[in-house]
């Protein structure tokens, strides 16, 4: 195993870390949620070419959103956005446009503790979704 595998590992490690302590539970359903969600978008545009959404929205269970925002969870978006980058990248996707993760709270009944969507959005930042009710 090359140094710069061992180095992505215990960098993804970390950010699981992170991602686990700001959600109080395993994340790796959720990071599993987002690469499948990335998967099951991708259109082929040709033999070299497959273009995903770059516009991700977890939404969380209010509780656990409102925990997170009180520890400080402003980076997770980040964090999940970069786990998102390399995974396009081992895959060879080619983004609609900048990538982003935007973690909101659930407008749903409390359940499910995530749910993730996507969309193509050419020209967007996470400060450009709309507002959070």
């Known amino acids: 195993m090359?140094?710069?595998t061992r180095?992505?590992?215990?960098?993804?490690?970390?950010?699981?870390a992170l991602v686990s302590k700001a959600l109080h539970h395993e994340p790796v359903e959720l990071l599993d949620a987002l690469r499948r969600e990335c998967d099951d978008q991708a259109v082929v545009c040709s033999e070299s070419r497959v273009v995903v959404p770059n516009a991700y929205e977890v939404e969380l269970d209010a509780g656990v959103y409102e925990e997170l925002l009180r520890h400080g969870g402003g980076e997770v978006g980040q964090e999940l956005t970069d786990v998102l980058a390399r995974h396009g990248e081992r895959n060879g996707y080619e983004w609609a446009g900048p990538l982003t993760v935007r973690i909101t709270p659930a407008s749903r009944p409390p359940g499910d503790p995530y749910q993730v969507a996507s969309s193509p959005m050419p020209h967007v930042r996470a400060d450009a979704f709309p507002a959070a009710d």
């Open 7 to 16: 180095w992505e590992r215990a960098l993804e490690r970390w950010q699981s």
């Open 2 to 4: 090359g140094t710069l």
